[in-house]
């Protein structure tokens, strides 16, 4: 076991880790914060999305002892328990969430997009969209919550 | 016109927009999935199985695991404490491996890294068997026989007189008229073969369980991703050793089903309640991906074969078929599923003379279970298509030839049920037709194909409709409650599940709108089968059409207790009193908003009145339908109590030089009876098309010997946010008796139609018959040749 | 015991370096590799992102230098591979999706030898070699052909690591990249395509390159055809003869397989066209 400092969420934690786990596995199983999914363990579907300086990553894929240094966002670090994120909230609105599985690495990617672009066109969405696999929605509602989101966010500029 | 009215004032919270209710926790992160679960003193259990089927298992060494510091418990299948054959046919634990899901061991360590470590240092040894792979193969006269139960074939069809690799229970013959006759009057006559593959749910979340008892009085609980509780219910206590009354199952959020979590789910807890047992300490098992892949149920891959006749004007006279579909090594589904399949096997349309046999068949492979559809979207596929070739063979239209022979009302279908009810299936397509501009379309597209060498369009319309529930297919009964408290807030808890499909939503909004209160105030309680009485499954789109039904009767119950008691505060009677928004109040039309303040009391207050008064505040209901007068040897009479139509229109755009096709738009168009949620019947039907999408170009369970060649999503191929055609959603609204408020199927009808109307639009591109699925870059290429 | 470096200079990473050394730079191949059983706790594992020196583009002349931690995102935002090698941005670009571009790198996609590789095409295509250095400091160059055996496995030896890939500058020539996939993301290519070509004023050939990846083991550049080529007009019959040709030698090489059926008709397709685009 090796000592390892992370940054998830504004919050230090200093762990030890054995060099093998990933980011995902301290996330769930040592951390408990669960908000993070796995669907796949293998980096192709998105579900463990996290952000690690900005960027959506999946964590199923990342060392943990390589995020050292790094700004992790999970989504619990994504809006707050009283008052939730435009990017949430646009979630609910547009109807984009069903079983609710993927919701979390959809936002990760949703918020990765808008905070590099507010106003992605439709191509760009679905481009930052496309390494979040959903079986429930087909997308649209989901393409819609990104275009509210980004209207809720320009707004409260 | 039947279109859905937005907006419309027909209900106060029926057909409207209402958000759902369980979305706030799954967009913070802190839904609870079976996964994210912990408990103090929690073992992580998990699955040895090898890699080469049917085998014998001879000898399992478990000497290298249990030496690994944090390894607890080690159960093989020669041990006295492992379970074998679960009562649903499928296997906890087996030295008979037959299909790759197989389990020879199950363990439990203290984390998850210690028990993949040990799943790694079992050895087993086998001596491999000689195994059967395919129908064709399985139904020759000298296959190696997969399961004792298995018949042969006799003159064609299955008979218990020989032995063989026919599943019997799931034999369904349909027998309406004299095809012989039929045939002699026909013009035209031709036959055809289809063929789907194996393909997966694929819902993101993975089959989860957490077990564990309770110290007090043993009795034992499961929380798990299951579909239908009282199912998975069934197999914890059978594994545990409890009785039913000891053993509670808690459904915990569910990450998408469509079908595949009922016996995956199953025997994952029957492997936990086992561990459990043997260690006294709660058990946790999470299927990986490539386990959730090799473990659960598939949709079933068919073979059809037809021949249809029909009149030079189009009149189809009489089909024959057989339905053969592959079950894999066990099966508990299609000896229900096949009766589904028999009794949609002549397509919405009316055909005098009908002659099929539907049949499963065993072989070494994953099993065939349910997904979404239940033989649906595969009997569609190749009806859909015989008819475009039936059509061609006739020069006549598609759509025209369709328009002949559909249903209608007072129609007889192939089970000779007489349609008494509405039939819009017309109304639909000529809407879709004008919406999508198909005749322009579709010779516009003809034209370009003439010029253009890389590029080929397409376009088609398919139709199909589906029984409502679960029909004569079992009792579609179910169960409800419904509790007010004193503050006027409502718990409702029903037997059925959600999935997702925003079940809870919907039944919100039923319990609401007799009761006459918002939806903040209701609180759905999860499915806890302590709680609430065996409602059956969450399945054949049942949920809100019958499984509803029980729901809207305690409301309305309910609302009934609560109105005598407003009416005989203000000293009148039961059938003055109505409510909205919280409040009940005596009708008055002299006031504008229908009532005076003074005769207005709030829901909430009543409750409280009565909560310290000692009255009743809560209902229970049950509902049964009235029983359907079916005979299932000559597959005759009534069959469904409703049906849900359906037209779809697909374009595609196929580029022959590489093979790839694009799904350039769908236009999908519903029959929902009644319109609960059109914000749900929305989501169900965009899911339902890129679903829809997935199962006609890129999915397919690839498999070598029984084994699974493309076990994860790097290559089983879903489709992306950048896949997704231009869709347009229609839905319409029929008169109905049957039904919650008038509901009929949404989930399952919403993608059936999707994989044949795609299908049919590649042939009209291709000018081909497209004579199975997936149309993946080689099988476009071949089409080609 | 999983022994785990994090290296902050290229000297202080060559000091690391030994028999059982595992590189990881974006990771996700090495991780999925770990799940499916392959055990790291007896490698060395040198984590070579805190390396600001392996990471970077530079241009001198005609030749670009890529250095081996440089993430696909970045090369496909690069402004001298967009002017001198656009292929590769558009190779980079298609690789899985913005996610995984983000964490892979080009030495990783070279180091991994896929036969798959989108980024190999656009390599070869600019007479791509690789740049090693070894424990002592000393550096080797390798054109990619030579240093790709088979696939997974490299030249690359027990006490060396890639430095970065050189490129030649393509910046005059017409050039692009084809990638068939089952989907229009996240995808693993069927197969790939890259070319490039530079004509005289007479409109004859005076440079062309073709290379195809995902048809063979190895990502095969055409020279042949390629000579054969130089100072002719692309006629139609000419382009026709040509993709008979190319989907002749691959046929030749992959043998009749189940995969060819699909393969060899449409590398004379894609070829064909692709040849006709830039003849436009």
Redesign the interface.
């Known amino acids: 076991m090796t000592d390892c400092k992370l940054t998830i969420n504004g919050k230090d934690y200093t762990l030890k880790v054995e060099e093998k786990w990933t980011l995902l596995y301290v996330l769930r199983e040592v951390l408990g914060l669960t908000g993070t999914k796995e669907g796949c363990g293998t980096s192709d579907c998105g579900a463990c999305k996290v952000l690690v300086d900005g960027k959506a990553v999946n964590s199923c894929s990342l060392l943990a002892l390589k995020m050292e240094g790094k700004k992790i966002t999970t989504i619990e670090g994504i809006g707050s328990s009283d008052k939730p994120h435009p990017i949430q909230e646009a979630f609910i609105e547009a109807g984009a969430v069903q079983c609710g599985f993927c919701t979390p690495g959809m936002i990760i990617s949703t918020k990765a997009l808008l905070d590099g672009n507010i106003d992605p066109s439709e191509e760009e969405i679905r481009e930052g969209l496309s390494k979040n696999l959903c079986r429930c929605t087909g997308y649209v509602k989901i393409i819609d919550a990104v275009n509210i989101a980004a209207a809720k966010i320009k707004e409260l500029k | 016109m039947s279109l859905f009215e937005h907006n419309n004032n027909k209900y106060k919270v029926i057909g409207k927009?209402i958000?759902?209710i369980?979305?706030?926790?799954?967009?913070?992160?802190?839904?609870?999935?079976a996964?994210?679960l912990?408990m103090d003193g929690m073992l992580y259990g998990g699955n040895v199985r090898i890699k080469e089927y049917p085998a014998k298992v001879t000898k399992i060494d478990t000497s290298l695991a249990k030496a690994i510091p944090g390894v607890v418990e080690i159960i093989t299948c020669f041990d006295s404490r492992a379970k074998k054959h679960s009562w649903a046919d499928y296997c906890y634990m087996t030295d008979e491996v037959k299909f790759c899901g197989d389990v020879v061991a199950i363990i439990a360590a203290e984390?998850?890294?210690v028990l993949d470590q040990a799943i790694?240092s079992i050895k087993v040894e086998y001596e491999l068997q000689k195994g059967v792979y395919t129908v064709e193969d399985a139904l020759k006269e000298d296959a190696p026989i997969i399961r004792e139960k298995g018949v042969g074939l006799v003159d064609g069809l299955p008979s218990r007189e020989k032995k063989g690799n026919i599943f019997i229970d799931s034999y369904y013959p349909v027998r309406k008229g004299d095809v012989v006759e039929g045939f002699k009057n026909c013009d035209v006559i031709i036959e055809r073969e289809y063929n789907v593959p194996f393909i997966d749910?694929?819902?993101?979340?993975?089959e989860a369980c957490l077990v564990y008892c309770d110290p007090k009085d043993g009795s034992i609980t499961g929380e798990s991703s299951a579909q239908n509780p009282f199912f998975t219910r069934r197999y914890l206590a059978e594994a545990s050793g409890n009785t039913m009354s000891e053993s509670r199952l808690i459904q915990r959020?569910?990450?998408?089903s469509?079908g595949g979590k009922e016996e995956g789910v199953g025997v994952q807890i029957g492997r936990a309640a086992i561990l459990h047992k043997a260690t006294g300490r709660p058990i946790k098992m999470v299927n990986?991906?490539e386990e959730s892949l090799m473990d659960s149920s598939k949709r079933h891959p068919f073979n059809f074969k037809y021949k249809i006749g029909a009149t030079k004007e189009g009149k189809v006279l009489a089909l024959e078929a057989t339905l053969i579909d592959n079950c894999g090594a066990y099966n508990n589904q299609t000896q229900f599923m096949n009766w589904r399949s028999s009794v949609h096997s002549a397509g919405v349309y009316e055909i005098p003379n009908v002659k099929t046999d539907t049949f499963g068949v065993f072989t070494n492979n994953v099993h065939g279970g349910a997904m979404r559809g239940y033989s649906s979207p595969q009997v569609i596929f190749a009806q859909e298509q015989l008819m475009n070739e039936l059509a061609k063979e006739l020069g006549m239209d598609n759509v025209e030839l369709r328009r002949k022979n559909i249903i209608r009302q007072n129609s007889r279908t192939a089970t000779n049920q007489l349609i008494t009810e509405e039939v819009i299936l017309e109304e639909m397509m000529d809407e879709l037709l004008n919406r999508s501009n198909y005749y322009n379309k579709k010779n516009e597209y003809e034209e370009f194909n003439k010029n253009s060498k890389?590029f080929k369009k397409g376009i088609s319309l398919v139709t199909c409709f589906r029984g409502a529930g679960l029909g004569a297919e079992g009792i579609d009964a179910n169960g409800a409650f419904v509790q007010a408290t004193e503050d006027g807030s409502v718990i409702i808890s029903t037997g059925l599940a959600e999935?997702?499909?925003?079940l809870q939503t919907a039944f919100a909004q039923i319990a609401a709108e007799p009761l006459g209160i918002t939806i903040d105030k209701i609180h759905f309680h999860s499915v806890d089968t302590h709680a609430i009485a065996d409602s059956g499954m969450t399945v054949a789109s049942r949920g809100t059409t019958m499984g509803a039904q029980s729901m809207k009767k305690a409301a309305e119950r309910l609302a009934l207790i609560i109105k005598e008691h407003v009416a005989k505060k203000f000293c009148t009677t039961v059938d003055k009193i109505d409510c909205k928004d919280n409040y009940y109040y005596v009708v008055d039309e002299n006031f504008p908003s229908n009532y005076s303040n003074e005769k207005k009391v709030a829901f909430k207050d009543i409750c409280n009145e009565r909560m310290w008064g000692g009255e009743q505040l809560a209902v229970y209901e049950w509902f049964k339908p009235e029983l359907n007068d079916y005979n299932h040897h000559t597959g005759q009479g009534k069959a469904f109590p409703t049906y849900t139509y359906n037209v779809c229109i697909a374009e595609v755009e196929v580029d022959i030089?590489?093979?790839?096709v694009n799904v350039t738009k769908v236009t999908s168009g519903l029959d929902c009876g009644t319109v609960i949620n059109p914000?749900?019947v929305?989501?169900q039907?965009?899911?339902?098309?890129?679903?829809g999408l997935g199962y006609a170009i890129?999915e397919e369970i690839e498999l070598n010997k029984g084994r699974i060649l493309n076990d994860?999503?790097?290559?089983y191929?879903?489709?992306?946010?950048?896949?997704?055609p231009e869709?347009d959603l229609v839905l319409f609204e029929s008169i109905t008796k049957e039904g919650t408020f008038g509901a009929k199927s949404v989930g399952e009808p919403s993608t059936e139609a999707v994989g044949a109307a795609i299908a049919g639009a590649v042939s009209h591109a291709l000018n081909k018959n497209v004579d199975h699925l997936p149309c993946?870059?080689?099988s476009i290429?071949?089409y080609m040749d | 015991m999983l022994n785990y470096f994090r290296p902050k200079t290229i000297n202080e990473c060559l000091d690391y370096i030994c028999d059982d050394r595992v590189y990881i730079a974006g990771g996700t191949d090495l991780l999925v590799e770990m799940k499916n059983g392959h055990d790291l706790s007896k490698n060395t594992v040198i984590d070579l992102t805190h390396i600001p020196e392996l990471s970077g583009v530079k241009r001198e002349n005609d030749e670009i230098e890529i250095m081996a931690c440089t993430t696909h995102d970045n090369v496909v935002l690069n402004k001298d591979i967009n002017q001198c090698l656009r292929a590769l941005s558009s190779a980079c670009r298609s690789v899985g999706s913005p996610q995984i571009r983000n964490m892979g790198t080009i030495g990783g996609s070279v180091g991994t030898a896929s036969p798959a590789s989108d980024p190999m095409p656009a390599l070869m295509l600019a007479d791509g070699r690789v740049v090693l250095i070894n424990k002592k400091g000393e550096t080797r160059e390798e054109g990619l052909e030579d240093f790709i055996v088979k696939p997974g496995v490299t030249t690359l030896k027990n006490d060396e690591m890639i430095l970065s890939i050189k490129v030649k500058s393509l910046k005059e020539y017409k050039q692009s990249f084809f990638k068939i996939g089952r989907r229009k993301a996240l995808a693993i290519a069927r197969l790939n395509f890259a070319m490039a070509i530079l004509k005289n004023d007479d409109e004859t050939i005076k440079d062309i390159k073709i290379v195809i990846g995902a048809a063979l083991p190895v990502t095969k550049r055409f020279y042949d055809i390629e000579k054969m080529l130089v100072g002719k007009k692309l006629t139609e019959d000419l382009i026709e003869q040509v993709s008979k040709e190319i989907s002749e030698q691959v046929l030749a090489i992959a043998g009749p397989r189940k995969s060819s059926e699909y393969k060899i008709p449409v590398i004379k397709n894609v070829v064909n066209s692709m040849l006709k685009e830039m003849e436009v």
Do not use: H
Not at chain 2, 499 to 502: D, F, P, S, T
């Open positions: 927009d958000k759902r369980d979305a706030l926790e799954k967009v913070k992160g802190t839904a609870l999935y996964a994210d912990y984390s998850k890294k790694k749910q694929a819902y993101i979340e993975t959020t569910l990450g998408g469509f990986s991906r890389s999935n997702g499909q925003g030089n590489i093979g790839s914000n749900t929305r989501g039907m965009f899911g339902g098309i890129v679903m890129t994860n999503f790097d290559s191929i879903l489709p992306t946010s950048m896949d997704i869709m993946s870059l080689e290429l071949k």
